[in-house]
Nanobody, 115 residues
Framework: QVQLVESGGGLVQAGESLRLSCAAS????????MAWHRQPPGKQRELVAG???????NYADSVKGRFTISRDWKRSTVYLQMDTLNPEDTAVYYC?????????WGRGTQVTVSS
């Protein structure tokens, strides 16, 4: 069974940084594309950043230049480095992958940015 476990969320002030981690198991991480999504309060879930199995990233326009997605194949972990955070980044952040024609989500980690 695929499991995705996020960590690293918290409460920070505007302008500060956080790094989220997602530990993946139950799949061949070397060939799995991974992504981070977020759901702000009262809004729909949205894609933040994705990374291919080869390490090519892509980003939502709202986070380009501030967030960096990366992956560690040895640790089966994907990261989201978030810099210059602002209150609009407040959300629950979810790790995501699609494996065996199924979608898998982590439980999420709360990120709160105060002004």
């Amino acid at each position: 069974q695929v499991q995705l476990v996020e960590s690293g969320g918290g409460l920070v002030q505007a302008g500060e940084s956080l790094r989220l981690s997602c530990a993946a198991s139950g799949l061949n991480f070397k060939i799995a594309a991974m992504a981070w999504h977020r759901q702000p309060p009262g809004k729909q879930r949205e894609l933040v950043a994705g990374i291919t199995s080869g390490g090519t990233p892509n980003y939502a326009d709202s986070v380009k230049g501030r967030f960096t997605i990366s992956r560690d194949w040895k640790r089966s972990t994907v990261y989201l480095q978030m810099d210059t955070l602002n209150p609009e980044d407040t959300a629950v952040y979810y790790c995501y992958t699609r494996w065996g024609s199924r979608d898998f989500w982590g439980r999420g980690t709360q990120v709160t940015v105060s002004s």
